[in-house]
């Protein structure tokens, strides 16, 4: 991909934070909206996290895309991000100051696996920007929904079996597929040696 948060990120794993601060009513009103969020447009929540915890797991050439809910505790929003799985895995790496022997990267994995309303706190700015959170914005999601069907697109992905689309110098467009056909039940990636183009990965 170009060069950006996107572009290149070393994973130096030192850090981990999870919502473990949250009320339990605030937990409870979180998961609910996550499950109300995961469900919209007839998409299986069991399927989203599926596709969630692959892109944790993955560690071939392939960087398969998530949809993780990020709350900036730096400045009080949250907002949905999404990133490749490694990325995301160096982030609460970073976040947390976890170092990268077996154990501390086991558990990094393992916190994050266990998270299933994919909510993440963080108060590294270093961290957020492993993220990507600065390549785009929601507004830029909606925006992009409104001329894409993609639950139309998504039916056809999963009926097809197959599909790729190019998206030479333009990382932020790319993205902002994944991010919608991972809402809609589509896990997507890029292969680290095809540079530009996303592609459908059949779990």
Not at 33 to 42: E, R
Not at 90 to 106: I, R, T
Not at 113 to 141: C, M, S
């Amino acid at each position: 991909m170009g060069k950006n948060s996107y572009s290149i990120i070393k994973e130096e794993i030192p850090n981990l934070h999870l919502p473990n601060q949250l009320p339990m009513r605030k937990n409870i009103l979180l998961l609910s909206f996550a499950l109300i969020t995961m469900s919209f447009g007839g998409v299986n929540p069991t399927e989203i996290y599926a596709h969630f915890a692959a892109a944790v797991k993955n560690k071939s050439n392939v960087q398969y895309f998530a949809v993780i809910k990020v709350a900036d505790l730096t400045q009080g929003t949250v907002r949905e991000v999404c990133a490749p799985g490694s990325f995301i895995r160096s982030a609460l790496h970073k976040e947390m100051k976890y170092d990268y022997d077996n154990q501390s990267v086991a558990l990094v994995e393992h916190m994050a696996l266990i998270n299933f309303d994919r909510f993440f706190e963080f108060k590294n700015p270093d961290a957020i920007q492993l993220l990507g959170a600065d390549v785009y914005t929601e507004a830029d999601v909606l925006q992009i929904e409104k001329g894409i069907n993609f639950t139309t697109l998504a039916k056809q992905i999963k009926q097809w079996g197959t599909w790729q689309m190019e998206f030479k110098n333009d990382d932020k467009k790319m993205i902002l597929y994944a991010h919608a056909l991972f809402n809609h039940g589509v896990l997507t990636g890029e292969d680290n040696n095809r540079l530009g183009t996303l592609i459908y990965v059949d779990l």
